[in-house]
């Protein structure tokens, strides 16, 4: 029986949590449409997906310029315009100072990207998932979503937004299958501290000093687990920890 592969589009698909969802996806059956700014990673992860058995279309755009993801998904013809899955992973944090001292540049690459990518990509996206009554929006929140924590203050905000931009869109698509997950990963080690931190090394490795962090390839499981369980179920939500991690503020860190 020749079935055909159903397609999900990564956003920062270079690196980290989006790079392990599409070696997951890509191992589990699906084409994948890999969009990042890197276009020596992104090339790099398409082959390693190709590698795996999927066909894989690099768009290669920053989700915080509106124009470029207009006509990279303007771009999309046939098969590749019939999105299945959308995965809205790229996004930063940048710092950890207090509010009164944080860095107002830094604020705006966090609140372009987190929030106002994310949202892009939905409004491009979402339209096709409800003219074809299919289809599932996967965003990648966090458990800095849940509540703030010491110099979280507008990131923790960012993520926020995400749950509530998908609260609001489960709300909105409700009448069709198109189904709406927030996925609220803990400390997870990928390049994620190093760019909090602005590329120093040793401050973000101490961040997961004492504890075994999470992966990117344990948030994958996830991500992929909510897009293949059955239509009519819809994981709305998933909070995911490391075993010594509580919530955003507590985690046990065995002396060193
Ligand atoms: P990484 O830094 O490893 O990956 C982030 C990805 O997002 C990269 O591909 C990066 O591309 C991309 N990205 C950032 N800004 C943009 C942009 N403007 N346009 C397009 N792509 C962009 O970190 P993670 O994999 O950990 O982060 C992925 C998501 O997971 C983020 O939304 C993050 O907030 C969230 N998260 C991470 C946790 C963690 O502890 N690591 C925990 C909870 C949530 P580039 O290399 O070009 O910057
Ligand atoms: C990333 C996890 O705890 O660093 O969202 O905010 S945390």
Redesign the pocket.
């Known amino acids: 029986m020749n079935m055909e592969k159903k397609t999900v589009m990564i956003?920062?698909?270079?690196?980290?949590?989006?790079?392990?969802c599409a070696r997951k996806f890509a191992q589990g059956g699906y084409n994948l449409i890999l969009?990042?700014?890197?276009s020596e990673?992104l090339n790099a992860v398409k082959a390693a997906a190709e590698a795996l058995g999927a066909e894989v279309l690099v768009l290669q755009?920053?989700?915080?310029?509106r124009e470029e993801a207009e006509s990279a998904v303007a771009s999309l013809t046939g098969k590749w315009s019939n999105i299945d899955v959308l995965v809205?992973?790229?996004?930063?944090?940048l710092g950890l100072e207090k509010e009164y001292e944080g860095d107002m540049d830094d604020w705006e690459?966090m609140i372009?990207?987190?929030i106002k990518?994310?949202l892009t990509m939905t409004r491009l996206i979402v339209p096709g998932m409800v003219a074809r009554d299919h289809g599932h929006v996967i965003n990648?929140?966090?458990?800095?979503g849940d509540a703030a924590y010491a110099g979280g203050n507008v990131?923790c905000a960012?993520?926020s937004a995400?749950k509530t931009i998908t609260d609001g869109l489960r709300i909105d698509v409700a009448e069709s299958n198109v189904r709406v997950t927030n996925?609220?990963?803990?400390?997870?080690?990928?390049?994620?501290?190093?760019?909090r931190f602005h590329g120093d090394k040793d401050h973000a490795d101490n961040?997961y000093k004492g504890i075994k962090?999470?992966c990117?390839d344990d948030?994958a499981d996830v991500v992929f687990y909510a897009a293949s369980a059955p239509e009519h179920v819809q994981i709305a939500e998933v909070l995911v920890l490391a075993t010594h991690q509580a919530n955003g503020s507590f985690i046990y860190r065995k002396p060193q």
């Open positions: 956003t920062g698909a270079t690196s980290g949590i989006g790079e392990a969009t990042g700014r890197n990673r755009f920053d989700v915080r310029h809205n992973n790229a996004g930063l944090a690459t372009d990207t987190n990518g994310l990648i929140g966090s458990v800095a990131y960012t993520k995400v996925i609220k990963p803990g400390l997870v080690e990928t390049n994620f501290s190093v760019v961040v962090p999470l990117g948030i």
